[in-house]
């Protein structure tokens, strides 16, 4: 075979498939048989730091890379996620892209999709147990709920509610009625608990933050729209935390004395 003959066979490896992987809410348990399945065969994960320490450290170093937070506080850019994808795919690789919950609850797994579609990547979705439902069902609050809530809202806590072009209507939400969870929202919790009373929710209104649902050393921390950031504050709540807005968050008092898990204790916060 000719130099010419390897360099051409060289160009010619079939891509290899992404695997867009929703790991659930951290807990290795509440992986999918699929994803699990997937972990173990990949030659490749790519993962940040949500999908849990539990199932971060079931993967080989040498077949994990870390493209979430780094030290200083920079993160890997989206940009720069999806040409590895693509760089990966290209020789021949089986790639696991692992996002915490379900990639496509505000885990970026569309564009990356869009991405992988417009340089003929091929590609398969895994669906995973979002957190924004997990997360507040393992600490006793569902989302849901037929005395108290008939629908939820699933909202990002990044956004500014004082902006003028913020992609989240608080005060829409406001007079909606149902649940209202919020994903990534700690540190604009005092912004968007102001921005719903302001559009006429009841101060009294429940609310829960879940911190590290279904972790080692999961918390909780209960209050109203109006004491909840001092609840926070007090409790020490960090993210990642998922916040439960509505009637359905005062209903964890009801069950807490009879939940167990191996999260946490079952009464803390309540």
Same mark, same amino acid.
């Given at each position: 075979?000719?130099?010419?003959?390897?360099?051409?066979?060289?160009?010619?490896?079939?891509?290899?498939?992404?695997?867009?992987?929703?790991?659930?809410?951290?807990?290795?348990?509440?992986?999918?048989?699929?994803?699990?399945?997937?972990?173990?065969?990949?030659?490749?994960?790519?993962?940040?730091?949500?999908?849990?320490?539990?199932?971060?450290?079931?993967?080989?170093?040498?077949?994990?890379?870390?493209?979430?937070?780094?030290?200083?506080?920079?993160?890997?850019?989206?940009?720069?996620?999806?040409?590895?994808?693509?760089?990966?795919?290209?020789?021949?690789?089986?790639?696991?892209?692992?996002?915490?919950?379900?990639?496509?609850?505000?885990?970026?797994?569309?564009?990356?999709?869009?991405?992988?579609?417009?340089?003929?990547?091929?590609?398969?979705?895994?669906?995973?147990?979002?957190?924004?439902?997990?997360?507040?069902?393992?600490?006793?609050?569902?989302?849901?709920?037929?005395?108290?809530?008939?629908?939820?809202?699933?909202? !990002?806590?990044?956004?500014?509610?004082?902006?003028?072009?913020?992609?989240?209507?608080?005060?829409?939400?406001?007079?909606?009625?149902? !649940?209202?969870?919020?994903?990534?929202?700690?540190?604009?919790?005092?912004?968007?608990?102001?921005?719903?009373?302001?559009?006429?929710?009841?101060? $009294?209104?429940?609310?829960?933050?879940?911190?590290?649902?279904?972790?080692?050393?999961?918390?909780?921390?209960?209050?109203?729209?109006?004491?909840?950031?001092?609840?926070?504050?007090?409790?020490?709540?960090?993210?990642?935390?998922? !916040?439960?807005?509505?009637?359905?968050?005062?209903?964890? $008092?009801?069950?807490?004395?009879?939940?167990?898990?191996?999260?946490?204790?079952?009464?803390?916060?309540?």
């Amino acid at each position: 075979m000719t130099a010419e003959d390897v360099s051409a066979d060289a160009t010619d490896v079939d891509p290899g498939t992404v695997y867009l992987v929703g790991s659930g809410p951290g807990d290795p348990d509440l992986l999918t048989v699929r994803a699990r399945r997937l972990l173990e065969e990949s030659d490749v994960v790519l993962h940040d730091k949500l999908p849990g320490p539990k199932i971060i450290e079931m993967l080989p170093e040498d077949r994990r890379e870390d493209v979430g937070k780094r030290a200083g506080g920079e993160r890997t850019p989206q940009s720069e996620i999806n040409e590895r994808l693509v760089e990966l795919a290209g020789e021949g690789k089986s790639v696991v892209r692992l996002k915490g919950g379900d990639s496509f609850v505000f885990g970026r797994g569309g564009e990356e999709a869009e991405y992988l579609a417009a340089h003929e990547v091929p590609f398969e979705v895994v669906p995973g147990v979002t957190s924004a439902i997990a997360a507040p069902a393992v600490a006793g609050v569902p989302v849901t709920h037929r005395d108290h809530a008939s629908s939820v809202s699933f909202v !990002t806590g990044h956004e500014d509610p004082t902006k003028a072009e913020s992609a989240v209507d608080w005060a829409a939400l406001a007079k909606t009625g149902g !649940t209202i969870v919020v994903l990534m929202g700690v540190g604009r919790l005092p912004d968007y608990t102001k921005a719903l009373r302001e559009a006429g929710m009841d101060p $009294e209104t429940p609310v829960a933050l879940v911190e590290r649902g279904t972790w080692p050393g999961q918390r909780v921390a209960t209050g109203t729209l109006e004491t909840i950031v001092d609840a926070r504050d007090e409790r020490d709540i960090s993210p990642p935390a998922v !916040t439960v807005i509505g009637d359905v968050a005062g209903s964890r $008092e009801l069950v807490v004395d009879f939940l167990r898990n191996d999260y946490g204790p079952a009464a803390e916060g309540a």
